[in-house]
């Protein structure tokens, strides 16, 4: 009964594949995000969904395209993946509005991706 | 702008109370926060602060607020060994509550 579950939880693959990451909320929450965090420990948002729409797009390469089927579901799919992208990717989920204040977001436990 | 600095370390005595700092540039936040990281694990959310409050106190913890300066600071009592953590400072961001800009993280470690 995880709360936000992300998976695979480590991932290794070669420069110039194609790979996705799998998030899922069951808090009943309506809003998603994707967080990178770097070998710094700095966490730097991407991406962030509203029932269903995307709301924020930071300044990410287009190689990195979120996916959200319904309000539970966020998935990442990362194609021609470099070096650089080597990091852990965080997904987190909240309330929205007021309602984000009290309870923050809550965080899966995150994917380590390593490009070799 | 959007930044929020925070020290990268500390090292205390098990017992000892333990002083995080944070800084903040956006003055329109309206909310701060506070999460801890454990190895391994994800976020987890500690404590949150509403801008127009000076201090907040939570059993170990307290936050406190300096809007002026725009300092932001996490005191743990008696620390123990279970706080060893990386903590992370955070404001929301003035354009809407669904953004979290998060500091570098400040890595706590308890020592007998």
């Known amino acids: 009964d995880t709360a936000v579950s992300q998976t695979p939880k480590y991932l290794v693959t070669q420069m110039g594949n194609d790979k996705s990451i799998k998030c899922e909320q069951n808090?009943?929450?309506?809003?998603m995000y994707w967080y990178k965090q770097d070998s710094k420990k700095f966490l730097k948002i991407m991406f962030s969904?509203?029932?269903?729409?995307?709301?924020i797009n930071e300044t990410v390469p287009n190689r990195f395209s979120p996916k959200s089927p319904d309000k539970a579901h966020l998935n990442l799919h990362i194609n021609s993946l470099e070096l650089g992208d080597s990091a852990v990717y965080f997904c987190?989920?909240?309330?929205?509005?007021?309602?984000?204040?009290?309870?923050?977001?809550?965080f899966g436990s995150g994917t380590r991706l390593t490009v070799v | 702008g959007e930044d929020v600095e925070q020290s990268l370390f500390l090292s205390v005595r098990e017992g000892d109370s333990s002083v995080i700092n944070c800084t903040y540039t956006?003055?329109?936040?309206?909310?701060l926060y506070w999460y801890k990281q454990e190895p391994g694990a994800g976020l987890q959310l500690l404590t949150y602060?509403?801008?127009?409050?000076d201090m907040k106190q939570d059993q170990r913890l307290t936050v406190l607020l300096n809007k002026k300066d725009k300092h932001l600071s996490l005191r743990i009592a008696d620390t123990q060994t279970g706080d060893s953590a990386i903590y992370f400072c955070?404001?929301?961001?003035?354009?809407?509550?669904?953004?979290?800009?998060f500091g570098a993280g400040t890595r706590l470690a308890v020592h007998p």
């Open positions: 987190a989920s909240s309330l929205s509005g007021d309602r984000i204040i009290a309870y923050g977001y809550t």
């Open positions: 808090l009943g929450h309506d809003t």
């Open positions: 969904y509203n029932n269903k729409e995307l709301i």
């Open positions: 956006d003055s329109s936040s309206t909310y």
């Open positions: 602060i509403f801008s127009n409050m």
């Open positions: 955070a404001e929301s961001w003035a354009g809407g509550y669904n953004k979290l800009i």
